[in-house]
């Protein structure tokens, strides 16, 4: 009996120990049948063996079982469960046909290069006048990404709903993780059953937000950061957007995403195509080797920092909005004796801002507060050997400014004044070429005058009612699109300029805006406590050297704690390292240890931002360890924390991972993160040993029980 199927070939993506294996035809766009560790060399033959293999029974009724699921699943192919492209064309104003869409003649080309395996398909509908191109790629970190983009052909608008990629993972994929969180406490996981129908997340708030995902992942039920196998999706966007964890009575479970379109916002003209952001997707044995995939990814682009991140102090928790020059001039003398290399002057140095009440949008130097503007700061600065970086919430404006009383229309809102206020500002409409042009002005002459090497971009709000006046029309793209156009702008004006990524802290982190910004603030948060597992949850999507991570005030500033400098430093020694404290109302003695942690941090900075994190999976709540090993095995550093109080009288023996099996290490603690107090030392804690990184994989070291809020420093040299 001849095989009724249209004739198939398949297509094998290999790249970092990644395979990915794709079913095409002519008759459909790409099907991903399977991704995930490499398969090895597979010929044709293989591969079609492949995909008898895994192709399920249809029964009667291709409705109720797809054999395998498209790149873009469409309702047209009898696809029940959520579809990847929703819309309809719109005829005399009216909603008309075009709304399931079927992607039937389609071409197929290969696009390797630069070590990166590429599948670019071009699928069409003619009977909906619509193209779908979409393109995977395998990176040689084993980073998958996929996107999707649609064309209209015909002769009437297409008003596009939803453009979604989707993956496929295996039935092992029993248990979800997904990040929560809230400003001041981001990024957080929380764990449930990979159970039939749809986990949705969505961001709405024109960013991420501080409870975004960043990552949904499905794993073997258990999976930790050292092992199980583990599988997971990121949308690579820096607006409004949903991730999905699909599993239908079929049997697939699916791992999708894209922009989230407001009602409206993306209507296709007659000839215009719409680009879906990128799915990016890892996987691991483990989330430190799915992490690490997107650390090698990020840290391969040719725009990735190449030099050393400088230590910086930030004004923010040191003088809030009482500026003043001779105090300023003393905290910059405080931090460059403490080794600081660049000086961040935060909020309030602009027209009328003695709070955050007035002045957003006036983007010029309060003459009242600075009245020979801020160059004699920037010169005392610089003297002194330091770089110079300001703070700009660029997309924001108090309605008690300048610029909205000249320019109401220039805010967001939908037909009704402004949209809710929230933090006493609102939201400029980057839709408007004008305000573009007004931001990037501004913002492009005060970093030529006063010799700016560093932004701190904010964005304290979330963006509702973004509806671009007169007609209040859906602009949330649109202004998505604008903030990445004013940083890629001011970076061609101004070579070597950085950006840092702030949105209320932690609010803004993903893989669309780091193509733009060259770190993150992980959150408003600077409490060591909280801090660790904040800082945990962004490592799963960016390197070290992305992330900003400062040293506190004795007292934390959001939740009141008082921790121990040991603490404060250990956990801020990680990223990229920053003060948020007024050094001035420190101690002598205090100064001196900070001072011994910023020439750790930069003693180790090769280390700590090229190197592998890796974290230990812990039984209970009482510590955390976690570390970083040298790409070549050479060096591990581990910093051990107290976290609470353990149950028992110790925390028992713990494995150092990453080390290579076939070399020696000297294995001892490091200053200044060796001095908190401890009930018994452990032998080594006295006298250094010598282990095999086999050993400390496989039988660890007996650890000592800390103090809550303890913090000691681990040393693994070769020998």
């Known amino acids: 009996m001849d095989d009724p199927r249209p004739p198939r070939r398949h297509e094998h993506l290999r790249a970092g120990d990644t395979s990915v294996v794709v079913e095409v035809g002519d008759d459909t766009i790409p099907r991903v049948l399977r991704w995930g560790c490499d398969l090895g060399d597979l010929d044709d033959l293989a591969l079609a063996a492949l995909a008898d293999a895994v192709r399920p029974t249809t029964g009667d009724s291709v409705v109720t079982h797809q054999t395998s699921v498209p790149l873009v699943p469409q309702h047209g192919t009898g696809w029940l469960g959520r579809p990847g492209i929703t819309g309809n064309r719109i005829v005399d104003g009216l909603p008309g046909p075009g709304w399931s869409p079927l992607f039937t003649s389609a071409q197929h080309a290969r696009a390797d290069s ?145 922009e989230l379109l407001l009602p409206g916002e993306v209507v296709l003209e007659p000839g215009e195509t719409y680009t879906a952001p990128w799915l990016v997707a890892s996987w691991g044995d483990g989330l430190d080797e799915l992490a690490g995939r997107h650390h090698d990814y990020l840290r391969a682009r040719p725009q990735h920092p190449s030099r050393p991140r400088p230590v910086l102090l930030n004004t923010w928790e040191a003088v809030y909005f009482d ?3 001779d ?197 408003d948060c600077v409490d060591a406590h909280d801090r660790l597992d904040i800082q945990r949850g962004t490592g799963l999507l960016l390197p070290p050297e992305l992330v900003g991570t400062h040293i506190g005030s004795p007292r934390a500033h959001t939740t009141g704690r008082v921790q121990p400098l040991s603490l404060r430093g250990g956990v801020a020694l990680w990223g990229h390292l920053g003060i948020e404290w007024d050094l001035t109302r420190a101690t002598a003695e205090e100064r001196a240890e900070v001072a011994e942690w910023v020439a750790l941090h930069t003693s180790l900075r090769p280390l700590l931002h090229n190197g592998r994190v890796v974290h230990a999976d812990l039984s209970g709540d009482a510590f955390r360890l976690e570390g970083v090993v040298a790409q070549d095995g050479s060096r591990g550093v581990y910093g051990l924390a107290g976290y609470d109080r353990p149950l028992t009288s110790s925390y028992g023996r713990m494995p150092l991972g990453g080390l290579r099996d076939d070399v020696t290490y000297r294995v001892s603690l490091l200053p200044p993160g060796d001095r908190a107090p401890v009930g018994r030392r452990p032998a080594w804690m006295d006298q250094s040993v010598a282990l095999s990184g086999r050993v400390l994989r496989e039988v660890g070291l007996e650890l000592p029980v800390l103090q809550p809020d303890g913090y000691l420093l681990i040393d693994a040299t070769a020998v």
């Open 323 to 325: 500026h003043d020059l």
């Open 327 to 523: 105090r300023l001039t003393a905290l910059a003398e405080a931090g460059a004796e403490v080794g600081v290399e660049r000086f961040v002057l935060d909020d309030g140095w602009f027209r009328g801002r003695r709070n955050d009440r007035a002045g957003l949008g006036d983007w010029f130097v309060d003459e009242a507060v600075w009245p020979d503007g801020l160059r004699p700061l920037v010169d005392r600065v610089h003297a002194l050997g330091m770089e110079f970086g300001l703070w700009f919430e660029p997309e924001m404006v108090n309605l008690d400014s300048d610029l909205a009383r000249a320019h109401p229309d220039w805010l967001l809102g939908v037909g009704r004044g402004p949209g809710p206020e929230s933090r006493h500002q609102h939201v400029l409409d980057l839709s408007k070429e004008e305000v573009v042009t007004y931001v990037t002005e501004r913002m492009s002459a005060l970093i030529a005058e006063l010799d700016i090497a560093y932004l701190k971009w904010d964005h304290n709000r979330a963006v509702v009612d973004a509806g671009g006046q007169p007609l209040g029309s859906p602009a949330g793209h649109a202004n998505a699109l604008a903030v990445q156009r004013i940083m890629a702008e001011l970076k061609h004006r101004h070579p070597g300029l950085e950006i840092e990524s702030c949105c209320g802290g932690g609010g803004r982190i993903d893989l669309g805006i780091i193509e733009f910004a060259d770190r993150v603030w992980a959150s």
């Open 114 to 258: 630069d070590g990166v395996c590429r599948l670019v398909s071009e699928g069409t509908d003619p009977g909906a006048a619509l193209t779908l191109t979409t393109e995977l790629e395998v990176h040689p970190s084993g980073l998958v990404r996929a996107r999707a983009s649609v064309r209209n052909d015909g002769e009437t608008p297409y008003a596009l709903a939803a453009l979604e990629c989707a993956l496929p993972v295996p039935a092992a994929a029993d248990e979800l993780m997904h990040l929560t969180g809230h400003h001041t406490r981001e990024r957080l996981p929380q764990r449930q059953p990979f159970t039939v129908g749809q986990l949705v997340r969505e961001a709405r708030g024109g960013r991420p937000g501080h409870d975004a995902t960043t990552i949904i992942a499905a794993g073997v039920p258990g999976f930790g950061w050292q092992t199980g196998r583990v599988w997971s999706v990121h949308i690579a966007w820096n607006g409004n957007q949903v991730s999905v964890a699909e599993r239908t009575d079929g049997g697939w479970r699916l791992l999708r995403g894209g």
